[in-house]
């Protein structure tokens, strides 16, 4: 059975709105207590102006640590986004990350009809290196993406779950300062194991919410990442079909080949495979 979007979107979001919420709760309550009343007010207004639709242009370049692209970097790419416009995606306006990393994406649309792009595509598509059918499936993918995952308040969760990332981030640096200890990666791979057992004993010595709770927690640890992999999946797979529909399929597999991107062969004879036109209905004469 398929799992609906909107459901693979509540798993994944769910936790990490609850965790910022208690974050912002905790921070706020170890200030005065005027100060924290009054930082509240103001988190939760700039919130709700964000769901509103205001505040977004400032709102993206500080979530995306990005800035709108200057007028170099526009005259650049201005040939890329007017092939856009005449294939029917209209890109409201460009951003370019201030640094980048290796793990960026190499587009990412967001917000109402914004693209947050590398340097490094700029640079590669003045240069010569990455060609404009190549910048332009590259950016369409990104477009495609957002319209397979659909997601409805955008800005205003990715600055509401920012507490969450930076948590995450954190862990995941002290995770990887700590994997070089033996059996640490056996000990991650067993938490479900150690979670039941502990769950098992909470629940015989009557600590039957501590134990629930501990054990929900160990659960979300494979569920969350699960519904993540799917979402990503679903979302290349309509990208992709995008990229495919526009023509640019096998061109968008040549770059990623060129670059070394993983794909796997399914994915590959996806986007190799033609876009098939509309069938016009045929004539068939009758004789008298």
Known sequence: MKVPMTVLRV?????????????AVVVFAVVPPLLGLVLFLAWAAVL???????????ALGLLTGSRPASEAEARVMAPVLAELGGRGIDVGSLYVRRVQRPQTPVALAIGHRAVVI??????GTYRGA?????????????????????????????????PWRMVVAAFRGVGQAFAWLPFMRVAWTLRGVVGGICVVQSVAEGRTWPGL??????????LVPAAGRVIEARADAGADQLVVELGLGGVLAGLLRR?????????????????????????HLVPD
Request: proline letters at 7%; aromatic letters at 4%; a positive charge.
């Open 118 to 123: 590398t340097p490094g595509l700029v640079e």
């Open 48 to 58: 709700v102006a964000l769901a509103l639709g205001q505040l977004e242009d400032t």
């Open 130 to 162: 990455v060609s404009g059918a190549e910048a332009v499936a590259v950016l369409a993918h990104a477009v495609g993406r957002r319209r397979a995952i659909r997601p409805r308040l955008e800005t205003a969760v990715l600055a509401a779950t920012t």
């Open 259 to 283: 670059y070394g991107y993983p794909m796997t062969l399914e994915r590959l004879h996806r986007l190799e495979a033609s876009a098939t036109p509309p069938q016009r209905p045929r004539l």
């Open 11 to 23: 798993v994944t979001l769910g936790p990490a709105l609850l965790v910022s919420f208690v974050l």
């Open 213 to 222: 709770l501990g054990g929900t927690v160990i659960a979300l640890t494979y």
